[in-house]
């Protein structure tokens, strides 16, 4: 038996490393001249509980690249960083983008542009550079209006405000945390709920949701913050308290229309999508 150990041992911590060797990599994109609004910041906060718990039961090394904090970052920036991103462990990693901050329908494609400084970019753009990605999922969410760009627009008082354009680049340098180290060891549910959405079997998935369909605004509250964060937080938790084998992203995003709808009184509709990354784009929702 003894001359077996050194293999068992050698194969104890391999997997090990495999455990261990799981990605979550969130972007977390705040227009600057909205970042320090108190309900920015604490849509920012509501971001980053919920992403250390998907982290947290999934076992996942959490990278947090914040381009949040800073008015010098450009539309161009953003898109460059996205570029030049590799994730380790690929064939398990989660990448998640996530917008907040003023944006436009551009013509006819559901997908709005968001209106970055020093320059816009095209939802459709951002959506090609990470399909292009090799990670098992891919979720982007874009919490932007999506109503036709105007020179001067008149904002209703619970829609979005203005945004300054301020030219600059920013260098992005992401902060790591180890979910599995810290607090109690999360509910077996979640577990299974969080595994089975991010952990698609044997297919590459790409999860698009944009909180508002064409021509309407993105509505919020000056002190709860976004209507439509707070819809996905719950439908997650929802998921959580189900069944994980019964919920798919089509039920998740279903609950989030549902939920902004009540909120909004029908005022605003989000639009989603799903599908392999190595599908063509769709424009539209299921």
């Keep these: 038996m003894n001359r077996f150990y050194?293999?068992?041992?050698?194969?104890?911590?391999?997997?090990?490393?495999?455990?261990?060797?799981?990605?979550?990599?969130?972007?977390?994109?705040?227009?600057?001249?909205?970042?320090?609004?108190?309900?920015r910041t604490g849509d920012v906060r509501k971001l980053q509980k919920l992403t250390d718990e998907v982290a947290r039961c999934g076992n996942y090394t959490k990278h947090w690249y914040d381009f949040g904090d800073s008015a010098a970052f450009t539309g161009q920036t953003v898109l460059k960083t996205l570029e030049s991103f590799i994730p380790q462990s690929e064939e398990t990693a989660i990448v998640w983008f996530h917008y907040a901050g003023q944006g436009y329908s551009d013509g006819p494609k559901a997908w709005p542009t968001l209106q970055l400084n020093g320059g816009d970019v095209p939802l459709r753009d951002i959506l090609a550079v990470l399909r292009s990605k090799t990670a098992r999922t891919v979720l982007v969410t874009v919490d932007t209006g999506n109503r036709p760009r105007l020179s001067s627009p008149i904002l209703p008082t619970d829609g979005q405000t203005g945004s300054t354009n301020l030219p600059g680049s920013l260098s992005v340098i992401p902060q790591q945390t180890n979910p599995s180290q810290t607090n109690l060891p999360p509910q077996k549910n979640a577990v299974?709920?969080?595994?089975?959405?991010?952990?698609?079997a044997n297919v590459q998935q790409l999860i698009v949701m944009a909180s508002a369909s064409r021509g309407q605004w993105a509505y919020r509250s000056s002190k709860q913050g976004s209507v439509w964060l707070d819809a996905l937080i719950n439908a997650f938790a929802l998921v959580v308290r189900k069944q994980a084998a019964e919920q798919t992203w089509k039920h998740v995003q279903e609950t989030v229309v549902q939920i902004t709808q009540q909120r909004t009184r029908q005022r605003q509709t989000p639009v989603y999508n799903r599908q392999t990354i190595t599908c063509c784009e769709t424009e539209t929702s299921y």
């Design 192 to 200: 299974d709920a969080y595994r089975h959405l991010f952990r698609a």
């Design 6 to 39: 050194p293999v068992w041992a050698v194969i104890l911590l391999v997997a090990q490393q495999q455990v261990r060797a799981q990605h979550l990599y969130v972007f977390s994109v705040v227009e600057p001249s909205l970042a320090g609004r108190p309900d």
